[in-house]
Each structure stands twice: as structure tokens, then as C-alpha cells.
């Protein structure tokens, strides 16, 4: 058991730029794409991936000094360190439930697969840690490792559902055909996102409000752009941390370039993977009629690009730091996930439509409720820390983060294991339910891919 679960930690140890490549290749020989081709493919998706990391290191490394700085400027002090989400997936990995979550994660999605109850291929096996951070809230809470796993098997379950009800609307808004976004953090905003689309729709005058990039770019012109848009958040923000000159203008362009060469690594993204998903298309509909559309599931990091996301996440950053000097009942001080606010949105975007004033304000109520969240999880978060033996920074006493400390369906999860048993049957009725109705929403589509194809045979 220990060299099968070692295998796994190698895997997972490798990080997303080299994983993705190696299991790209696998699976394109799989689908029979060939070994070039898939190679090809591969190498790719893995130089994207360096890519995009790259940028979003460029984007934290100048952010998170700004952010640090506006806490020192204004004296901000409060009880709950953010330690970010990194520190957050290493606590997951390093839990019981984090050593066998891979290959857990691995046979859920093919028990899925085979019963009908997903479209997704989920290949980004490294964000499996999100489902484990639950799943190791839960053990601590409940003290039992074993309902921790399931609890981190029923997350996952209810995730892979939203990713396949989004992936049209991911299609659509971020021109990614094939693609879907299972990710723990991202998708448990959509139904959130929903509700309040919803919402807005049913008010007179509020549901004409709309701030949408392309509108601007054409009646702005170049002031309309990304690039443009980003630099000038960029040194609002830098001046709201008392930067000198230099900084105000560095932080600018920072931002500037960010908006601009995200959107290209996804892009870089989106040109290896389309010849497997082309492969998985033509082998489904080969040999399992019966299955309709399948997609292969990413990290939301491919989706961060969209002008409306990045830019309503940079005017959230100094709101978000507003917000928890003055929301009674905070203890968190946001600090090192500051800069993962766009991972937030880029489900929701997708589903207000780019509409920029509905991702706003459905922002500054997520980040909200997700302050007392994870002000509400922080002696789970911090317990969490201490059993996984992570070096607690000094002077801190307790330790949360915004990813995936704040994260609705985690804490949701979580606090019904306060009930008991019935919490957990609860979450099980939920994420099952969910299964089942996705189960009848793919084999219906399917149905009516077949009607439409038997139509376009007899025309």
C-alpha cells in the first residue's frame, strides 16, 4: 500500500508543468491520436502551464507587497492570519485524506464516467487537493479519517456535476471548446452566481446595468482595452498603498501586462489540448453513442484571462481589505490570497454573461460572506496546520485563507458534520441527487445529439 500511494506522491510532487504533459501523452495514446501528435499536444498544455504560472507570478509577487503595504499603511490589525492557498493545499496533501485522494479521485471519476453521471475527464488531478482540504476538516471535526474521505468523495462528486452544467457556458464566454472547470474553489461560486443572475433578471432598471468590456472597447477605443485597463488599476492600487513613484508606475504595468498575457498562455493552453479533445470527441461518439458530449476538466488557471474577471478582481483587491476592517464578526486579515480573488470569478463570469456591474456586486458579497467563512473555519484551518506540522508564521496564533478557507460548499460541507450522521447523509442525499439528475440531463442530451445527427443523415 505504501508504494502504491508513494507513486502517487511522485506524481503529485512533479507540479501541474510536468504532470500535465506526462498524462496528456497518456491519454492521447489512449484515444489513439498518435504518438507525435499527443506528444506534440503535451508539451504544449506543459509549456502553457509555465507560462501561466509565470504571469500569475508576476501578478502575486507585485499584488501581494501592495496588498501588505496598504495593511501597514493604515494600520490594519486583526487575529487570523491569511497564509494563502498554498500553505492551504500543502495542510490537504499532508492530511490522511490528502495521501489517498489521487487515486480516490481517479476511481470516482471513472465510476462517474461509467455510469453516466459525468461528461469530464478530469486530468488536472493536482486540484484534487481541494476536495482533501474539506475531507481533512472534516476527519478533525468528526474524528474519524473515514468519513473525511467520503466527506472529500461527495465534494468532488458535487463538483464534477457543476463542471459539467458550466461547460457550455465556459465554451461560450472563454472560447474553449471541450473544456470544463471542476475546480473545488471556482465552482463552488457558480450556483451562487446563478442565484443572483436570477435576481438581477427580476429587477426593472437594475437588470439593464451592464459594464461589458468589448461595448467599452469599442466606444473608448484604445482606452477601452485590457492593457489599458489593467495599468490604470494597476496604479490606483498603487497609490491606495502609498507606493512612491516608482512603484505606483511598476505596479501599473505589472497589472497591464497580466491582463494582456494571461489570455495568451490559456490560449497556448487551449492549442494543445485541442487535438485530444478532438480524440475523446470522435472516440465517444465511435464508441459510445450513448454518452453525448465529453470534456476534458482544467484548472480554472486557463480561465483567469477574461478582461471582466481580472478586472473586476483587481478593484476587489483593495475593497476586499475594506471590508474586513469593517465587517463585524471578521477575525481574518486577507493578505497572501489577495491575489487568487480571480480565481473567484471565472465561473462566474461566464454566467452573468461578461457582465461586469453583476460580477462586481455578486464579488463584494462573495468576498463578504467568505471573511466570515473563513473566520468561522479558522481553529479547524489552524488544527489542520498544526497536525500537518506547517510552520505557523510568527506571532500568529491562528491561520485561514481565502482559498479555500472561504469557500462556500466547503464550509457548508464542514458545518453540517456539527449534526452528526444526518449531516453527512445530507451532503451524501445531496451529491447523489445531483449525480442522478446529471445522469438524466447527459443521457437526454445525448438522445438529442442523435435525433439531430439521424435528421441531418435523412436531409
Not at 464508441?287 to 486557463?302: E, P
Not at 439528475?437 to 442523435?450: D, F, Q, Y
Request: net charge neutral.
Amino acid at each position: 500500500m505504501d508504494t502504491f500511494l508513494s507513486v502517487f506522491e511522485f506524481i503529485k510532487d512533479l507540479g501541474a508543468s510536468v504532470m500535465m504533459p506526462i498524462i496528456i501523452l497518456i491519454f492521447g495514446l489512449f484515444l489513439r491520436a498518435g504518438f507525435g501528435r499527443s506528444l506534440r499536444a503535451g508539451l504544449t498544455v506543459g509549456v502553457g502551464f509555465i507560462g501561466l504560472n509565470l504571469v500569475i507570478g508576476a501578478m502575486s509577487e507585485n499584488l501581494g507587497p501592495a496588498v501588505q503595504a496598504m495593511v501597514e499603511h493604515y494600520g490594519l490589525k486583526l487575529s487570523v492570519i491569511d497564509v494563502g492557498w498554498p500553505a492551504a493545499a500543502a495542510i490537504a496533501f499532508a492530511s490522511t485524506v490528502g495521501l489517498v485522494i489521487i487515486p480516490v479521485g481517479l476511481l470516482v471519476n471513472v465510476v462517474m464516467l461509467l455510469t453516466n453521471t459525468t461528461q469530464t475527464v478530469d486530468i488536472d488531478i493536482w486540484d484534487y487537493w481541494h476536495f482533501a482540504f474539506t475531507g481533512a476538516l472534516v476527519a478533525i471535526l468528526t474524528g474519524s479519517q473515514v468519513i473525511g474521505v467520503v466527506a472529500a468523495v461527495l465534494n468532488m462528486i458535487i463538483i464534477m456535476v457543476i463542471g459539467d452544467v458550466t461547460a457550455p457556458h465556459v465554451q461560450k464566454s472563454l472560447d474553449m471548446p471541450g473544456i470544463s472547470l471542476p475546480h473545488g474553489f471556482s465552482a463552488a461560486y457558480a450556483p451562487i452566481a446563478w442565484v443572483f443572475n436570477k435576481l438581477f433578471e427580476m429587477i426593472p432598471g437594475v437588470r439593464n446595468i451592464n459594464i461589458n468590456m468589448e461595448k467599452a472597447q469599442r466606444r473608448f477605443g484604445v482606452f477601452g482595452e485590457p492593457i489599458i485597463i489593467g495599468t490604470a488599476l494597476g496604479l490606483i492600487i498603487g497609490v491606495v498603498a502609498g507606493y512612491d513613484v516608482k512603484g505606483v508606475l511598476v505596479l501599473g504595468i505589472t497589472m497591464g501586462a497580466v491582463l494582456v498575457l494571461i489570455p495568451k498562455m490559456a490560449a497556448l493552453l487551449m492549442e494543445g489540448l485541442l487535438p485530444i479533445s478532438d480524440a475523446a470527441s470522435d472516440l465517444i461518439s465511435k464508441k459510445f453513442r450513448n454518452r453525448g458530449k465529453i470534456y476534458i476538466g482544467l484548472d480554472s488557471a486557463v480561465g483567469v484571462g477574461h478582461p471582466i474577471t481580472l478586472s473586476v478582481s483587481l478593484i476587489l483587491v483593495p475593497v476586499a481589505v475594506f471590508l474586513a476592517v469593517i465587517l463585524p464578526g471578521n477575525t481574518v486579515l486577507p493578505f497572501a490570497d489577495l491575489a487568487v480573488i480571480p480565481w473567484m470569478f471565472v465561473l462566474i463570469t461566464p454566467l452573468v454573461r461578461g457582465n461586469g456591474f453583476r460580477a462586481l456586486v455578486i464579488g463584494v458579497i462573495v468576498l463578504a460572506v467568505g471573511l466570515l467563512i473563513s473566520s468561522n473555519l479558522a481553529p479547524l484551518f489552524t488544527q489542520a496546520a498544526i497536525d500537518a506540522k506547517f510552520t505557523m508564521p510568527d506571532g500568529a496564533t491562528m491561520i485561514s485563507s481565502i482559498c479555500d478557507g472561504a469557500n462556500p460548499l466547503t464550509w457548508a460541507i464542514v458545518r453540517l458534520q456539527d449534526l452528526g450522521i444526518f449531516g453527512l447523509i445530507i451532503v451524501g442525499v445531496i451529491a447523489l441527487g445531483l449525480a442522478f439528475w446529471n445522469r438524466v440531463r447527459i443521457l437526454r442530451e445525448a438522445r438529442e445529439l442523435r435525433e439531430l445527427a439521424e435528421v441531418g443523415a435523412d436531409a
